[in-house]
């Protein structure tokens, strides 16, 4: 971490300056040696007050809790790898990693694509700002409004995709209410939500290289396709990468669109693991078994963003 | 060569008009096209009556028009009536939980940006120690998924007794997000020394020059992130529906999935539902509109996800 580090600021204050803004005695103290100390801690104490009580003491506590069995109503009480060993044997458990696991591929598949294609669309045709702010507008409807408003329009009997495509001499189908469809169904549901916004996060990165490079290669004669392979991939590799890690965390944390759509049906088809989380503490009461459900997202996640960035390097670039 | 070229200039590449252009155009036309599809029939289908949707499903303007299911949504219609036209009768309180969204999304966004910024602050301009190991503790709170800290935070809510309170849906995110505080951090690290010093002279305090100067100065990276806090937590589903269990606390987003799954006999009622997500969305479409030129041209700086 590369910090700017202020220079003594050792200025002689106001008086009147002074009791205006703090009180003496923090501003007295202040003086004497310790830089800005009293006065950065009261700056910083309501974000340390969050960051400790909603960030750092859950996390703590839920490690803690995966540890326990714990239905809200008795205290937690201590079972060592109970819920770890029945985690391990539960069918359900891994049927529903698969699943996530098969929603993150096809959703980050489709998603990076096609928003690599926008993002390349935006930035080679038009730089026009009203059609970054189309291409954005499905990101401001929540995966509640996005789940239900496609439910509608793939509906099997009614649906708007089912006329077309039977209007076009293809069978209907029922892309909500069969195993197979759900699950790449509700993946293209949060692609379209999302895939403006991860563009426009791409169309920034893209906007950092220098137009003369492409300028210079088309005076050379390379064509499009040519530039897009040798310019802007490579230029573009650490914003993709940190696009990607962001994508794929994201993505595993499904929930809202499976809720107000299948409901983890049908027949657990789309029984991501953030839905069966869920099931197993509200609706089943098991705090601790579903805490260690958690701990494993928590380990598969880290463990994603590891080997991402060690695979692309990403570490050297600003996450900014 | 400066010769030559003052009499022949370089001639900008010309753009010509080529096939692959106009496929790329085309592209981009079904891009449009398939974003904004599902908006547009949200509007036709709320603004049909259920009978006619059964009838006549592929129809591209609405059928057989009528305001019913926005009247149903909004609650102002008849149950009699409502269940006559398909819906439910069991009605949308729509304005409480209206209510209740701005009210949650607007407390976590002021105070949110509010207290990360005074944070942000003292890890980019002030001098103390141990500055840099907490900015790593923060930091590496960027790491903890949303989903680990929601059972625990649940728990928490609970035991201090506010769970079904709006106070309990904002209370998380109240304070601060490791991201906002990174955001800002960023920024004010790029202001430049001469304009505190500046002040300083001036016999300004540092409390001062924060809210007096450097926050105003903020004001763009501070607005953009304000929008898209607001619509983060507008859209927020997953822990307000862990927290909130009747009206009194019920956000937006909750009452529509309860909506939804309030199927009454006949089918769901699209064109009630259809009118009720409109409603829903209809906020953040206004805010983005508003804002819409600056959250555009600065959304790559965010990097927010």
Redesign the interface.
């Known amino acids: ?1 590369t ?7 050792r ?1 002689p ?2 008086g009147a ?2 009791a ?3 009180p003496k005695s923090r501003r007295a103290r202040a003086r004497e040696g ?4 009293p ?3 009261l ?2 104490a ?6 400790l ?7 703590l ?2 490690i803690y ?1 995966s540890f326990t069995r714990f239905n ?1 109503l008795t205290p937690a009480r201590w079972v060592g790898l109970d819920n770890y060993t029945r985690m391990v044997n539960d069918p359900i458990f891994w049927d529903s990693l698969k699943v996530t696991v098969e929603y993150v591929f096809i959703n980050i598949g489709v998603q990076t694509v ?1 928003a690599l ?2 993002a390349v ?1 935006l930035q ?3 730089q026009s ?1 009203v ?16 789940g ?6 793939l509906d099997t ?4 995709g089912n ?2 495509l039977q ?1 076009l001499g293809f069978d209907r189908i029922p892309f909500l209410a069969d195993e197979t469809w759900a699950i790449p169904t509700i993946a293209l549901i949060n692609v ?1 939500r999302h895939v ?2 991860t563009a ?2 791409l ?3 893209l ?1 950092a290289i220098p137009n003369d490079m492409y ?1 210079a290669a ?2 050379d004669g390379a064509s ?1 396709w040519r530039m897009f392979w040798r310019i802007t991939m490579p230029l573009l590799r650490p914003v993709l990468a ?1 696009v990607l890690i ?2 794929v ?2 993505s ?2 499904v ?2 669109t499976v ?2 759509t299948t409901a983890g049906g049908p027949a657990n088809a789309t029984n991501v693991l ?1 839905y069966y ?2 099931g197993s ?2 609706g089943r009461f098991q ?1 601790g078994y ?2 260690a459900m ?2 494993a ?2 380990v598969v ?2 463990a994603i ?1 590891f080997v991402q960035y060690r695979l692309t390097q990403a570490g050297h670039t600003d ?2 | 060569m400066a010769a030559v070229t003052t009499t022949t200039r370089v001639r900008p ?1 010309r753009r010509r008009p080529s096939l ?2 106009a496929a ?2 085309t ?2 036309a079904a ?2 096209l ?3 599809l ?2 547009y ?2 509007l036709r ?1 709320a603004l049909s009556s259920n009978a006619a ?2 009838a006549d ?2 129809n591209p303007l609405p059928v057989d028009f009528t305001g019913g299911g926005f009247a149903r949504a909004l609650g102002v219609q008849s149950t009699k009536e409502a269940i006559a036209q398909g819906g439910s009768g069991g009605g949308l309180k729509f304005w409480r939980y209206l209510l209740n969204s701005v009210i949650v999304s607007t407390l976590i966004t002021v105070c949110q940006i509010f ?2 910024s ?2 942000a ?3 980019a ?5 141990g ?2 190991k ?5 930091l590496a ?1 960027l ?7 929601l ?6 809510i ?1 035991q201090l007794g506010l769970v079904d309170t709006l106070l309990g849906i904002a ?6 997000t ?1 991201f906002a ?3 800002l951090r ?1 920024f004010f ?1 790029n202001v430049p ?1 001469e304009v505190e010093e500046a002040a ?2 001036d ?6 020059i ?1 809210f007096r100067v450097l926050l105003p100065m903020a004001s763009t990276p501070v607005l953009t992130l304000a929008v898209l806090t607001y ?1 983060t937590s ?5 822990w307000p ?2 927290v909130s269990y009747s009206d009194s606390s019920r956000v937006l ?1 909750v009452a ?2 309860v909506f ?1 799954a309030q199927t009454p006999q006949t089918g ?1 009622d ?1 064109s009630g ?2 009118a009720a ?1 409109l409603i ?2 209809l906020p ?2 206004v805010l ?1 509109g508003l804002f ?2 600056r ?3 600065s ?3 965010t ?1 927010i ?1």
């Open positions: 971490m910090v700017a580090s202020s220079p003594p600021s200025l204050l106001r300056e002074r205006q803004t703090e310790q830089g800005d100390g006065l950065a801690a700056f910083i309501p974000a340390m007050l969050g960051f009580v909603f960030l750092l003491w859950p996390t506590r839920g809790l809200l096609s294609a926008i669309l080679r045709l038009t700002a059609l970054r702010g189309i291409v954005l507008t499905p990101y401001l409807m929540s995966n509640v409004v996005a239900i408003v496609w439910l509608w329009m009997q009614l649906g708007i006329e077309i209007g379209w403006g916004y426009l996060l169309f920034a990165g906007q300028e088309k005076v499009e940190v962001m994508t965390i994201g595993f944390q929930f809202d809720a107000v953030q989380i869920y503490a509200f705090f579903a805490s958690s701990v997202l928590l996640l880290s963003t996450l900014g | 590449i692959g252009r790329a155009w592209v981009m891009i449009v398939i974003t904004l599902p908006f029939w949200i289908t949707l059964t499903p592929g207290f990360s005074m944070a602050y003292a890890f301009r002030l001098r103390w120690r500055r840099d907490v900015f790593g503790l923060f709170g790491m903890v998924p949303a989903i680990f800290t059972l625990p935070n649940f728990v928490l609970k209370l998380p995110t109240m304070f601060m490791p505080v990174f955001f960023q690290m020394r300083l002279l016999g300004a305090g540092k409390v001062r924060f619509i507008w859209n927020d589903y997953f529906l862990m987003t529509l999935a939804r769901t699209w539902l259809m997500t829903a969305a953040m479409l983005f819409a030129r959250i555009v041209g959304i790559g700086f990097g996800k």
